[in-house]
């Protein structure tokens, strides 16, 4: 089949913030060990998620759009996420995507789901409650923003294969709400024929794609305040791309690491991007000289000039707009 894509997968602002942080804290940091067991946990998913990308390969319908990573305002200035959204006629499907191995246990009348590890045992929310919950949710968005009434279809996804999934036989809705990303294709293609009821026209499908793009607010976390952190205690210089030490230092119109004796032309990039990610959007001529442990004005405007950085304001206190896209683009 052709996928159409709403929205594309990116990679979770929160696992580029996180891995800038741990460029620009201590090895020694008190802290690190408890952010790189968070990386680790985001990154999981964020892979999880990819891996589901292959199984939408076996759908038999070729009218899905998929929306990956959607956030859309709730109430109160609250918002609510979705794994994977895929927009069709007749249907919307709402996925909630979980990469974890062990043995999961769904206990229902706790509403919890249980994780057997090792021997070892760790309870966590039940993702039945949680995708029931964007339902609800999704629901009222569409309300609100005068859209048909659709059905919407919501399933929990393992997408490690190696997992276990079990739960008191009693409870059927389990087996009808929570798949093995291998089974998804299957379950999709068997449900889909008993929503042929076309509720969304062309036109609705094209408003109702734009709305999702045009609300959505990716998720924007202060790592430095969520971990307890001062910006104070980032540590500054440019990193060697080869030896990942902060030694860069300039050098006839290049970066030269004084460790390792390689030369690069781009090593200011990386810092501009840990810059936006933990500090701030907009950056001065000074600030980067301090964060960067450049002593040249003249040198820094040069490399601004270079970057196409929009500005406002004029001489010392001129500040440079930093995009993440126009900055990779540099890379």
């Known amino acids: 089949m052709t996928i159409l894509i709403g929205k594309e997968r990116e990679t979770p602002l929160i696992v580029l913030k996180l891995e800038a942080l741990l460029r620009r804290i201590p090895t020694n940091h008190p802290q690190r060990l408890k952010i790189e067991e968070s990386l680790r946990r985001y990154q999981a998913g964020y892979w999880g998620e990819q891996s589901l990308d292959y199984h ?4 038999k319908d070729d009218d899905y759009i998929f929306f990956h990573g959607l956030r859309l305002p709730w109430i109160n200035k609250l918002f609510f996420q979705i794994d994977s959204l895929l927009l069709t006629s007749t249907c919307i499907i709402l996925l909630e995507i979980k990469n974890m191995v062990g043995t ?27 995708s029931n919950r964007h339902v609800v949710q999704l629901t009222e968005w569409l309300r609100k923003n005068r859209f048909p009434n659709i059905p919407i279809l919501n399933y929990v996804v393992f997408s490690n294969s190696s997992v276990i999934l079990k739960t008191d036989p009693i409870h059927k809705h389990v087996f009808e709400k929570v798949l093995t990303a291998a089974n998804l294709p299957n379950k999709l293609n068997a449900v889909r024929p008993s929503y042929p ?18 609300q959505h607010v990716s998720q924007d976390p202060d790592v ?26 300039r050098k006839n119109r290049n970066w030269l690491c004084p460790i390792c004796k390689s030369t690069f032309t781009d090593s200011h990039i990386q810092l501009l991007i840990d810059y936006l990610l933990l500090i701030s959007p907009t950056i001065t001529n000074k600030q980067f000289r301090y964060f960067s442990n450049l002593e040249s004005p003249s040198i820094t405007t040069k490399l601004f000039q270079g970057m196409n950085f929009q500005s406002t304001g004029t001489y010392k206190n001129r500040q440079y707009q930093l995009s993440l896209d126009q900055i990779q683009h540099h890379l």
Not at 56 to 59: E, K, M, V
Not at 226 to 248: A, F, P, Q, R, V
Request: charged content about 20%; glycine content about 4%.
């Open 104 to 130: 999961i246990y769904f206990d229902i009348p706790f509403q919890q789901m249980i994780r057997t590890l090792d021997g070892k045992e760790t309870s966590f929310p039940c993702p039945i409650v949680q």
């Open 197 to 214: 009821n076309i509720i969304l026209n062309k036109h609705k499908i094209d408003q109702l794609n734009n709305q999702f793009i045009q």
């Open 56 to 59: 939408f390969n076996f759908l």
């Open 224 to 249: 430095i305040e969520k971990y307890g952190l001062e910006k104070s205690e980032l540590l500054t210089g440019i990193t060697c791309s080869k030896c990942n030490k902060l030694t860069i230092i």
